[in-house]
C-alpha cells in the first residue's frame, strides 16, 4: 500500500507550459517535503511545507500544502527544459517518525 | 560540512557474495534513514536509526539486511548473500530532529548496487 499517491507519474510537455504534480494521502502529515531527483543521483530537497495551507514559491515553482495536510501539489510555471527530472514528495505521517516517499513523477520539458 | 556522504558509489558483485555500504551523515543529525531505489521508483524505506538506535526496520526487509550505527555517527548496511533482486540504489540520508515527528532529510549520491 502506498501511503503517498503521486500523479500524473509521468508527464511529458512542451517548454513554456504549465504543469501541476499532486501528492494524495489518506493519512494527515505533520510535514511534507518535495524532492528532485536527476539519474544516478540522489534526491535533492526543494521545499518543505509543515502548516495546513501553507504556499511556498520557489522561483516557478509553487507548493501548497492541503488545509487538511493530507495532500501537496507542485506547480511549475513555464516550464523549461532544465525541469526536466524526477520529483517525489515524501512525509512524516503525524504521531510517526519515518519519512515515507511517494512513487514519483517523471517530468520531461521538450524544448 | 561536504553533506551526506556514500561509499561506494557503485559496486557490483556476484551472486552469493556479501557486500557492505557505508554512509557518513551530516555531522550533527541525530537521525539516519537507508532506503532502497528501484528504476523510475520512489525511494523504498528499510530502516532508520535516531543516535545509535535503530528504531524501525521495514518488515519488507529480509534477515539478509543489516544495518549498524555503532556510535551514533556513520552507518553501514550489509548485505548477506546478494541476489540478483538485490540490484537497486541504496540511498542514505539524515536530518536533524528535535522532539516528535520528522524534519526534512538530505540525501547522499546513492551506491548503484548491481549483483551478476
Known amino acids: 500500500t502506498q501511503l503517498l499517491e503521486q500523479s500524473p507519474q509521468f508527464l511529458s510537455i512542451q517548454e513554456g507550459e504549465n504543469l501541476t504534480v499532486y501528492c494524495n494521502s489518506s493519512?494527515?502529515?505533520?510535514?511534507l517535503q518535495w524532492y528532485r531527483q536527476e539519474p544516478g543521483e540522489g534526491p535533492v530537497l526543494l521545499v518543505t511545507v509543515v502548516t495546513g495551507g501553507e504556499v511556498k514559491k520557489l522561483k516557478r515553482l509553487t507548493f501548497q500544502f492541503g488545509d487538511a495536510r493530507k495532500d501537496s501539489s507542485l506547480h511549475i510555471t513555464a516550464a523549461q527544459p532544465g525541469d526536466t527530472g524526477l520529483y517525489l514528495c515524501a512525509g512524516v505521517i503525524q504521531g510517526a517518525q519515518k519519512l515515507v516517499f511517494g512513487q514519483g513523477t517523471r517530468l520531461t520539458i521538450n524544448p | 560540512d561536504t553533506g551526506v556522504s556514500q561509499n561506494p558509489r557503485h559496486k557490483i558483485t556476484k551472486r552469493g557474495q556479501n557486500v557492505t555500504f557505508r554512509c557518513d551523515p551530516i555531522s550533527e543529525h541525530n537521525r539516519l534513514y537507508w532506503y532502497r531505489q528501484t528504476l523510475g521508483q520512489g525511494p523504498e524505506f528499510l530502516t532508520y536509526?535516531?543516535?545509535?538506535?535503530?528504531?524501525?526496520k521495514s518488515r519488507l526487509l529480509s534477515d539478509r539486511f543489516s544495518a549498524e550505527r555503532p556510535k551514533g555517527s556513520f552507518s553501514t548496511l550489509e548485505i548477506q548473500r546478494t541476489e540478483q533482486g538485490d540490484s537497486a540504489m541504496y540511498l542514505c540520508a539524515s536530518s536533524l530532529v528535535a522532539g516528535q515527528g520528522g524534519a526534512e532529510a538530505f540525501f547522499g549520491q546513492g551506491t548503484r548496487l548491481t549483483v551478476v
Open positions: 536509526f535516531q543516535n545509535e538506535a535503530q528504531l524501525e
Open positions: 493519512s494527515v502529515f505533520s510535514s
